[in-house]
């Protein structure tokens, strides 16, 4: 005779409705005792709970996005008489047995799967669309780190094979997965755009709503897309706000604007902080460098090659201003005027888009009061600058003064700079373009 025993949250510490983000098991799976069945997310752990007994998933309670706390009902589990009796002894109830998350004891070993099991040296497979009734699916065995790894990479993590004992996933694993997608995107037409495996986003027939019009992206679009989607979910970003009193150096562009149209250019605030950039980047060279393939060092450029990001009719282009350290205002302006031009005509060589250090996305010209840019990877920082505005200036003697004052935005990948040296590069930057005097210091 089988029995049905539920299987109830247990104490898992200091947490109360935490949020389930996995359902690990189906309703007719077999399971042991220490499997583990669902994976739920704190704003501090990732933790899975192993299930209390062994048998057959006979129904589920919990769905993903739900919040639960000690003693939910997770699943009932149809349960062998010997099973049944081995949890029914007093000391271990199986509806009052407590484990704790698998973060703190060995994780499970068995792979629950109805697929043939891959050959554990084969490459990982091309990324393919997931779907909730795709009988493939695997029950990947990872510890939470690894399962946090493969999320914050937007890795579908049952879409990785385990190289370590018994199939478990190694963060080793998540990562040839990555690079293995990202090396045959061609091949992987059911991966994102970026190359990079997200579990499927609903498909939803618009013309249910009211008349639509399907345009297709351009070229220009769908590459900067896919680098940007790269960009996005594989650097930590962290985004530092600050802002610089531009009064005298607009006073100063005024001043100066004469002689550029004698020269035939137009001076903009661009050009200024393109030069106050390379002093910060002169005094902070970690934000000059890019990570290596191994991801284990730093390599520290000394050249100052800046990107700077050009809208066009066709998107987004990010052509590359070189050595701007060894140039003057009135070159740098035409430079980029130039470039600009052959960006929006489509003329842009692809030696014209390589080389970048540190990209610069200014707005200002347009509007907006503060953005925040994606770091153009394998850079580590980017600066956003929105449009500049008059504000009253608070003094010490009690009075207000107006300024002009520029709004600053620094991204950032986290994995390299650390927030003190984020904050210390915006002050830095921000004295730098409020008296460009610095740039000769
Ligand atoms: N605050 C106030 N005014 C500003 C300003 C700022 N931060 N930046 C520019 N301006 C002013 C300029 O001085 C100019 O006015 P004047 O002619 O009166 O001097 C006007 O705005 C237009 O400037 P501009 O945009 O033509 O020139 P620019 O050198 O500032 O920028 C370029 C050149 C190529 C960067 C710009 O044209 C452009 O394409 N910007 C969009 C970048 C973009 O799309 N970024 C988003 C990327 S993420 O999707």
Redesign the pocket.
């Known amino acids: 005779m089988a029995n049905i025993e539920k299987i109830l949250l247990p104490d898992v510490g200091d947490f109360d409705e935490i949020e389930v983000i996995e359902v690990i098991i189906s309703v007719g799976d077999e399971i042991e005792k220490d499997d583990s069945i669902i994976t739920l997310e704190s704003d501090k752990a990732t933790m899975e709970i192993p299930a209390s007994i062994s048998g057959k998933i006979k129904s589920i309670s919990v769905n993903v996005g739900d919040r639960i706390s000690e003693g939910t009902v997770i699943a009932e589990v149809e349960v062998s008489e010997s099973a049944a009796e081995e949890s029914a002894a007093p000391e271990q109830p199986v509806e009052t047995s407590v484990e704790q998350p698998v973060a703190e004891k060995p994780a499970p070993q068995t792979v629950v799967a109805s697929a043939p099991e891959s050959p554990k040296s084969a490459p990982n497979p091309p990324p393919v669309p997931a779907s909730d009734n795709d009988s493939n699916k695997v029950v990947a065995h990872a510890s939470p780190s690894v399962r946090k790894f493969a999320r914050e990479l937007g890795v579908d993590i049952t879409r990785v094979t385990g190289t370590a004992s018994k199939g478990r996933i190694l963060k080793e694993d998540v990562q040839n997965y990555v690079k293995s997608s990202l090396a045959s995107p061609v091949a992987a037409p059911a991966a994102s755009a970026s190359g990079i495996q997200l579990s499927d986003a609903p498909v939803v027939d618009f013309s249910k709503f009211g008349d639509i019009e399907t345009k297709a992206l351009s070229r220009i679009k769908k590459i900067s897309g896919a680098h940007l989607h790269r960009s996005w979910v594989s650097v930590p970003h962290v985004t530092q706000f600050d802002e610089s009193d531009i009064t005298e150096l607009e006073a100063f562009r005024k001043s100066l604007a004469k002689e550029a149209e004698k020269k035939g250019v137009?001076l903009?605030?661009?050009?200024f902080i393109m030069k106050a950039v390379v002093a910060a980047l002169q005094q902070f060279p970690e934000f000059n460098a890019s990570l290596d393939a191994s991801g284990d060092n730093l390599i520290l450029k000394k050249y100052f090659h800046i990107g700077?990001?050009?809208?066009t009719p066709n998107g987004?282009m990010v052509p590359v201003i070189r050595d701007v350290d060894k140039k003057g205002i009135y070159e740098l302006s035409a430079e980029?005027a130039e470039t600009?031009g052959k960006a929006r005509e489509g003329k842009l060589m692809p030696k014209d888009l390589q080389g970048g250090c540190f990209s610069i996305?200014?707005?200002?010209?347009?509007g907006g009061t503060q953005f925040t840019?994606?770091v153009n990877a394998p850079e580590v920082a980017i600066l956003g600058?929105?449009?500049?505005r008059m504000q009253p200036v608070y003094q010490d003697d009690g009075s207000f003064k107006p300024a002009l004052m520029?709004p600053l935005a620094l991204s950032y990948d986290h994995r390299v700079i650390d927030g003190a040296q984020g904050a210390r590069f915006t002050n830095y930057l921000s004295q730098v373009i409020s008296d460009m005097r610095r740039v000769l210091l």
């Open positions: 137009r903009t605030p661009l050009v700077v990001a050009v809208d987004l980029l600009a996305s200014s707005l200002g010209g347009i840019p994606i600058v929105a449009r500049a520029l």
